[in-house]
Protein backbone atom coordinates (compact mmCIF):
# COMPACT_ATOMS: atom_id res chain seq x y z
CA UNK A 1 0.00 0.00 0.00
CA UNK A 2 2.69 2.74 -1.22
CA UNK A 3 -0.22 5.67 -0.79
CA UNK A 4 0.27 4.98 2.86
CA UNK A 5 3.93 5.39 2.74
CA UNK A 6 3.79 9.20 3.30
CA UNK A 7 1.25 9.25 6.45
CA UNK A 8 3.74 10.15 9.42
CA UNK A 9 3.93 12.91 8.13
CA UNK A 10 0.47 13.70 8.57
CA UNK A 11 0.16 12.41 11.84
CA UNK A 12 0.26 14.66 14.31
CA UNK A 13 -0.69 13.28 18.09
CA UNK A 14 1.13 11.83 20.38
CA UNK A 15 -0.06 8.09 19.14
CA UNK A 16 1.91 8.37 15.62
CA UNK A 17 5.45 8.39 17.71
CA UNK A 18 4.90 5.15 18.94
CA UNK A 19 3.85 2.70 16.14
CA UNK A 20 5.59 1.60 13.11
CA UNK A 21 6.63 4.81 10.30
CA UNK A 22 4.65 3.86 7.92
CA UNK A 23 1.55 3.00 9.86
CA UNK A 24 -0.57 0.44 7.86
CA UNK A 25 2.48 -1.63 7.54
CA UNK A 26 2.49 -3.75 10.22
CA UNK A 27 6.63 -4.00 11.12
CA UNK A 28 5.61 -6.76 13.89
CA UNK A 29 7.73 -4.40 16.07
CA UNK A 30 4.63 -2.57 17.31
CA UNK A 31 4.38 -4.55 21.02
CA UNK A 32 8.61 -2.92 21.02
CA UNK A 33 8.00 0.58 20.43
CA UNK A 34 4.78 0.82 22.33
CA UNK A 35 4.49 2.80 25.20
CA UNK A 36 1.72 2.46 27.16
CA UNK A 37 -0.33 6.34 27.70
CA UNK A 38 -0.31 8.23 30.99
CA UNK A 39 -2.22 10.10 32.71
CA UNK A 40 -2.86 14.13 31.83
CA UNK A 41 -4.92 14.81 35.23
CA UNK A 42 -2.51 14.54 38.27
CA UNK A 43 -3.78 13.36 41.17
CA UNK A 44 -5.16 16.51 43.02
CA UNK A 45 -5.51 15.40 46.83
CA UNK A 46 -8.16 19.06 46.98
CA UNK A 47 -9.84 17.18 44.16
CA UNK A 48 -9.70 13.62 44.26
CA UNK A 49 -10.74 10.83 46.62
CA UNK A 50 -7.38 9.43 47.88
CA UNK A 51 -7.26 6.71 50.28
CA UNK A 52 -3.71 5.98 52.07
CA UNK A 53 -0.70 8.87 52.52
CA UNK A 54 -1.51 11.58 50.37
CA UNK A 55 2.45 11.91 49.97
CA UNK A 56 3.08 8.25 49.46
CA UNK A 57 5.87 6.84 47.29
CA UNK A 58 3.20 4.80 45.21
CA UNK A 59 0.44 5.82 43.36
CA UNK A 60 -2.39 3.53 41.73
CA UNK A 61 -5.22 5.14 39.55
CA UNK A 62 -8.30 3.57 39.11
CA UNK A 63 -11.13 4.57 36.79
CA UNK A 64 -14.26 2.71 37.38
CA UNK A 65 -17.56 2.35 36.83
CA UNK A 66 -19.60 0.93 39.95
CA UNK A 67 -22.05 -1.57 37.79
CA UNK A 68 -18.85 -2.74 35.33
CA UNK A 69 -18.53 -6.75 36.54
CA UNK A 70 -15.03 -6.28 36.03
CA UNK A 71 -14.58 -3.75 38.18
CA UNK A 72 -16.38 -5.53 40.63
CA UNK A 73 -13.96 -8.33 40.33
CA UNK A 74 -10.98 -5.67 41.00
CA UNK A 75 -12.08 -4.30 43.81
CA UNK A 76 -10.77 -7.17 46.27
CA UNK A 77 -7.39 -7.17 44.19
CA UNK A 78 -7.13 -3.60 44.89
CA UNK A 79 -7.99 -4.37 48.90
CA UNK A 80 -5.02 -6.83 48.66
CA UNK A 81 -2.62 -4.05 47.06
CA UNK A 82 -3.61 -1.95 49.98
CA UNK A 83 -2.80 -4.49 52.43
CA UNK A 84 0.74 -5.54 50.64
CA UNK A 85 2.00 -2.21 50.30
CA UNK A 86 0.34 -0.58 53.77
CA UNK A 87 1.67 3.39 53.82
CA UNK A 88 4.19 3.31 50.58
CA UNK A 89 1.20 3.61 48.69
CA UNK A 90 -2.21 5.97 48.17
CA UNK A 91 -5.18 4.77 45.76
CA UNK A 92 -7.46 7.47 43.78
CA UNK A 93 -10.52 6.31 42.67
CA UNK A 94 -12.48 8.47 39.64
CA UNK A 95 -15.61 8.17 37.86
CA UNK A 96 -15.84 6.34 34.63
CA UNK A 97 -19.48 5.22 34.30
CA UNK A 98 -20.33 3.63 31.04
CA UNK A 99 -23.86 4.74 30.98
CA UNK A 100 -24.57 3.18 27.71
CA UNK A 101 -24.16 -0.16 28.77
CA UNK A 102 -24.75 -0.17 32.10
CA UNK A 103 -28.18 1.87 33.27
CA UNK A 104 -27.33 2.27 36.62
CA UNK A 105 -23.40 3.49 36.59
CA UNK A 106 -24.43 7.15 37.00
CA UNK A 107 -26.78 6.74 39.38
CA UNK A 108 -24.36 5.04 41.03
CA UNK A 109 -21.47 7.50 41.46
CA UNK A 110 -23.58 10.63 42.15
CA UNK A 111 -24.51 8.01 45.14
CA UNK A 112 -20.87 7.85 46.12
CA UNK A 113 -20.33 11.65 45.03
CA UNK A 114 -23.16 12.59 47.51
CA UNK A 115 -21.76 10.26 50.24
CA UNK A 116 -18.24 11.87 49.57
CA UNK A 117 -19.79 15.63 50.05
CA UNK A 118 -20.92 13.95 53.79
CA UNK A 119 -17.55 12.57 54.12
CA UNK A 120 -18.53 9.33 53.87
CA UNK A 121 -16.74 8.25 50.33
CA UNK A 122 -15.08 5.37 50.55
CA UNK A 123 -17.41 3.88 52.80
CA UNK A 124 -20.49 4.40 50.10
CA UNK A 125 -17.58 3.50 47.34
CA UNK A 126 -16.81 -0.05 49.24
CA UNK A 127 -20.59 -0.32 50.34
CA UNK A 128 -21.33 -0.10 46.06
CA UNK A 129 -18.73 -2.54 45.21
CA UNK A 130 -19.94 -5.15 47.28
CA UNK A 131 -23.32 -5.19 46.37
CA UNK A 132 -23.06 -4.39 42.32
CA UNK A 133 -26.37 -6.38 42.63
CA UNK A 134 -28.86 -4.13 44.15
CA UNK A 135 -27.56 -1.46 42.02
CA UNK A 136 -31.11 0.25 40.58
CA UNK A 137 -32.71 -0.11 43.39
CA UNK A 138 -32.48 3.35 45.82
CA UNK A 139 -33.66 2.52 48.85
CA UNK A 140 -30.43 -0.52 49.42
CA UNK A 141 -27.92 2.62 49.49
CA UNK A 142 -30.42 4.80 51.43
CA UNK A 143 -30.50 2.52 54.28
CA UNK A 144 -27.08 2.18 54.37
CA UNK A 145 -26.64 6.10 54.19
CA UNK A 146 -28.82 5.98 57.03
CA UNK A 147 -26.66 3.65 58.75
CA UNK A 148 -23.62 6.36 58.00
CA UNK A 149 -24.98 8.53 59.45
CA UNK A 150 -25.68 10.64 56.53
CA UNK A 151 -28.33 13.72 56.52
CA UNK A 152 -30.48 11.53 54.08
CA UNK A 153 -32.44 14.20 52.90
CA UNK A 154 -29.52 16.30 51.37
CA UNK A 155 -27.93 13.01 50.38
CA UNK A 156 -31.50 12.35 48.61
CA UNK A 157 -31.74 15.55 47.30
CA UNK A 158 -28.62 16.17 45.90
CA UNK A 159 -28.60 12.65 43.72
CA UNK A 160 -32.01 13.45 42.46
CA UNK A 161 -30.87 16.95 41.45
CA UNK A 162 -27.50 15.11 40.05
CA UNK A 163 -25.94 17.84 41.80
CA UNK A 164 -22.25 15.79 40.93
CA UNK A 165 -22.93 14.91 37.35
CA UNK A 166 -20.58 17.63 36.17
CA UNK A 167 -17.64 16.07 38.48
CA UNK A 168 -18.62 12.93 37.65
CA UNK A 169 -18.51 13.68 33.72
CA UNK A 170 -14.76 15.65 34.30
CA UNK A 171 -13.87 12.66 35.58
CA UNK A 172 -14.42 10.58 32.44
CA UNK A 173 -13.42 13.24 30.30
CA UNK A 174 -10.10 13.52 32.00
CA UNK A 175 -9.99 9.82 31.30
CA UNK A 176 -10.94 9.60 27.74
CA UNK A 177 -7.87 12.64 27.39
CA UNK A 178 -5.42 9.83 29.35
CA UNK A 179 -6.55 6.82 27.20
CA UNK A 180 -9.04 4.82 29.61
CA UNK A 181 -10.18 2.90 26.90
CA UNK A 182 -12.36 0.60 29.27
CA UNK A 183 -13.30 -0.14 32.90
CA UNK A 184 -11.32 -0.70 35.12
CA UNK A 185 -8.29 1.30 34.13
CA UNK A 186 -5.28 1.60 35.93
CA UNK A 187 -2.39 3.95 36.15
CA UNK A 188 0.77 3.03 38.09
CA UNK A 189 2.67 5.67 39.38
CA UNK A 190 1.11 8.02 36.15
CA UNK A 191 1.68 5.28 33.63
CA UNK A 192 -1.25 2.83 31.76
CA UNK A 193 -1.38 -0.27 33.46
CA UNK A 194 -2.07 -2.73 30.22
CA UNK A 195 -1.69 -6.09 32.43
CA UNK A 196 -4.43 -7.94 34.23
CA UNK A 197 -6.12 -5.90 37.13
CA UNK A 198 -5.09 -8.43 39.58
CA UNK A 199 -3.09 -7.69 42.41
CA UNK A 200 0.32 -9.51 41.94
CA UNK A 201 0.37 -7.91 38.53
CA UNK A 202 -0.42 -4.42 39.98
CA UNK A 203 2.27 -4.69 42.80
CA UNK A 204 4.74 -5.80 40.03
CA UNK A 205 4.17 -3.40 38.05
CA UNK A 206 3.54 -0.77 40.73
CA UNK A 207 7.22 -1.73 42.05
CA UNK A 208 9.06 -1.52 38.60
CA UNK A 209 7.98 1.56 37.87
CA UNK A 210 8.51 3.43 40.53
CA UNK B 1 -3.53 10.82 1.25
CA UNK B 2 -7.02 10.74 -0.40
CA UNK B 3 -8.83 7.58 1.55
CA UNK B 4 -10.15 5.20 -0.88
CA UNK B 5 -14.17 5.12 -0.96
CA UNK B 6 -15.90 2.00 -0.20
CA UNK B 7 -20.16 1.25 -0.06
CA UNK B 8 -20.72 -1.63 2.70
CA UNK B 9 -23.35 -2.53 4.40
CA UNK B 10 -24.79 -1.19 7.49
CA UNK B 11 -27.64 -3.44 7.42
CA UNK B 12 -29.12 -6.25 5.04
CA UNK B 13 -30.82 -3.97 2.48
CA UNK B 14 -28.53 -0.37 3.48
CA UNK B 15 -25.19 0.64 2.32
CA UNK B 16 -22.99 2.78 3.51
CA UNK B 17 -20.47 4.94 1.36
CA UNK B 18 -17.39 6.99 2.45
CA UNK B 19 -18.10 9.31 -0.22
CA UNK B 20 -21.74 10.22 1.77
CA UNK B 21 -20.09 11.87 4.32
CA UNK B 22 -18.57 14.61 2.22
CA UNK B 23 -17.95 17.65 4.02
CA UNK B 24 -17.84 16.30 7.42
CA UNK B 25 -15.36 14.77 9.38
CA UNK B 26 -15.24 10.78 9.36
CA UNK B 27 -13.57 8.77 11.81
CA UNK B 28 -13.18 4.84 10.84
CA UNK B 29 -12.44 2.16 13.59
CA UNK B 30 -11.25 -1.10 11.69
CA UNK B 31 -11.38 -3.53 14.72
CA UNK B 32 -11.46 -7.61 14.36
CA UNK B 33 -13.98 -8.93 15.23
CA UNK B 34 -17.72 -8.93 17.10
CA UNK B 35 -18.36 -10.45 20.67
CA UNK B 36 -14.97 -9.31 21.85
CA UNK B 37 -14.83 -10.95 25.81
CA UNK B 38 -14.57 -7.65 27.70
CA UNK B 39 -17.90 -5.52 28.36
CA UNK B 40 -16.59 -2.56 27.99
CA UNK B 41 -14.53 -2.81 24.96
CA UNK B 42 -13.54 -0.36 21.70
CA UNK B 43 -16.38 0.56 20.47
CA UNK B 44 -18.59 0.65 23.68
CA UNK B 45 -15.78 3.56 24.66
CA UNK B 46 -16.67 5.01 21.11
CA UNK B 47 -20.63 5.34 21.93
CA UNK B 48 -19.91 6.63 24.73
CA UNK B 49 -17.58 9.24 23.71
CA UNK B 50 -19.89 10.07 20.61
CA UNK B 51 -21.25 13.24 22.03
CA UNK B 52 -17.13 14.59 22.08
CA UNK B 53 -16.80 13.31 18.27
CA UNK B 54 -20.33 14.94 17.63
CA UNK B 55 -18.76 18.50 18.72
CA UNK B 56 -16.48 18.42 15.50
CA UNK B 57 -19.34 16.91 13.76
CA UNK B 58 -17.97 14.21 13.10
CA UNK B 59 -19.54 10.62 12.16
CA UNK B 60 -17.88 7.38 12.80
CA UNK B 61 -18.03 3.98 11.07
CA UNK B 62 -16.92 0.81 12.59
CA UNK B 63 -15.78 -1.97 10.28
CA UNK B 64 -15.06 -5.51 11.02
CA UNK B 65 -15.45 -8.67 8.98
CA UNK B 66 -18.32 -10.21 10.75
CA UNK B 67 -21.53 -10.60 8.83
CA UNK B 68 -24.55 -7.97 9.36
CA UNK B 69 -26.56 -10.16 11.27
CA UNK B 70 -24.06 -10.71 13.71
CA UNK B 71 -23.22 -7.06 13.49
CA UNK B 72 -26.87 -5.79 14.38
CA UNK B 73 -26.92 -8.41 17.20
CA UNK B 74 -23.88 -6.84 18.72
CA UNK B 75 -24.59 -3.28 18.03
CA UNK B 76 -27.74 -3.80 19.91
CA UNK B 77 -26.56 -5.61 22.50
CA UNK B 78 -23.75 -2.85 23.15
CA UNK B 79 -25.90 -0.39 22.34
CA UNK B 80 -23.82 1.31 19.29
CA UNK B 81 -24.85 4.75 18.36
CA UNK B 82 -23.08 4.44 15.28
CA UNK B 83 -23.15 2.12 11.97
CA UNK B 84 -21.14 -1.07 11.84
CA UNK B 85 -20.38 -2.68 8.61
CA UNK B 86 -19.55 -5.36 7.00
CA UNK B 87 -16.47 -6.06 5.47
CA UNK B 88 -17.66 -9.92 4.55
CA UNK B 89 -18.03 -9.81 0.67
CA UNK B 90 -15.33 -10.06 -0.79
CA UNK B 91 -14.02 -10.49 2.67
CA UNK B 92 -11.42 -7.73 3.86
CA UNK B 93 -11.75 -5.87 0.96
CA UNK B 94 -11.87 -2.58 2.34
CA UNK B 95 -9.58 -3.54 4.76
CA UNK B 96 -7.12 -4.59 2.71
CA UNK B 97 -7.21 -1.10 0.85
CA UNK B 98 -6.19 0.87 4.16
CA UNK B 99 -3.88 -2.01 4.61
CA UNK B 100 -5.83 -2.87 7.64
CA UNK B 101 -5.99 -6.92 7.05
CA UNK B 102 -4.36 -9.48 8.63
CA UNK B 103 -4.50 -12.00 6.06
CA UNK B 104 -2.83 -14.78 8.81
CA UNK B 105 -6.15 -15.05 10.55
CA UNK B 106 -8.28 -13.40 8.36
CA UNK B 107 -9.20 -10.24 10.52
CA UNK B 108 -8.87 -6.49 9.99
CA UNK B 109 -6.28 -4.80 12.49
CA UNK B 110 -7.05 -2.90 15.26
CA UNK B 111 -6.73 0.46 13.03
CA UNK B 112 -7.76 3.91 13.03
CA UNK B 113 -8.37 6.53 10.00
CA UNK B 114 -9.43 10.17 10.87
CA UNK B 115 -10.47 11.61 7.10
CA UNK B 116 -11.18 15.46 6.74
CA UNK B 117 -14.11 17.09 4.95
CA UNK B 118 -12.63 16.82 1.50
CA UNK B 119 -11.83 12.85 2.06
CA UNK B 120 -8.02 12.91 2.73
CA UNK B 121 -6.99 10.82 5.41
CA UNK B 122 -5.40 13.27 8.19
CA UNK B 123 -4.47 10.28 11.33
CA UNK B 124 -4.40 6.93 11.52
CA UNK B 125 -3.27 4.59 14.30
CA UNK B 126 -2.66 0.72 13.90
CA UNK B 127 -2.66 -0.70 18.02
CA UNK B 128 -0.66 -3.61 18.70
CA UNK B 129 -2.43 -6.82 19.22
CA UNK B 130 -4.54 -6.81 22.07
CA UNK B 131 -4.36 -3.19 22.96
CA UNK B 132 -7.21 -1.25 22.85
CA UNK B 133 -6.61 1.89 21.70
CA UNK B 134 -8.96 4.15 23.14
CA UNK B 135 -10.11 7.52 22.09
CA UNK B 136 -8.03 10.18 22.45
CA UNK B 137 -6.03 9.80 19.77
CA UNK B 138 -8.99 10.34 17.94
CA UNK B 139 -9.94 13.40 19.64
CA UNK B 140 -6.46 14.89 19.01
CA UNK B 141 -6.44 14.55 15.47
CA UNK B 142 -10.01 15.91 15.27
CA UNK B 143 -9.05 18.83 17.38
CA UNK B 144 -5.82 19.06 14.56
CA UNK B 145 -8.04 18.90 11.72
CA UNK B 146 -9.49 22.67 12.98
CA UNK B 147 -5.71 24.37 13.30
CA UNK B 148 -3.48 25.53 10.83
CA UNK B 149 -0.90 23.26 8.93
CA UNK B 150 2.05 24.10 10.71
Redo the contacts between chains.
Keep these: MSVYRTMATTTTTRHSRRTSKTLLEPTGKEEETYEAPRLVVPVDPSRDHVQGDPKAMLTLVEYGDYQCPFCGAAYPEVKKVQKELGTKLRFVFRNFPLTNVHEFAMAAAETAEAASAQKKFWEMHDFLYEHQRTLGDDRVALGYAKKLGLDTQRFEREISQHAYQKRIKDDFMGGVKSGVNGTPTFYVNGVRHDGPAESEAIIKSLKTKS | ?2 APNFSLNSTPDQKVSLKDFRGQPVILAFYPADWSP ?5 L ?2 Y ?3 MP ?1 FKKFNAELLAISVDNIWSHLAFAKD ?2 L ?1 FPVLADFEPKGDVSR ?4 F ?1 EKIGES ?1 R ?1 LFVIDDHGI ?9 G ?7 I ?3 LD ?1 LNKPKA
Design positions: MKVCTDQSLAEVERKNKYGAKAAVRWSHLSPDVNPGAEGLSAQ
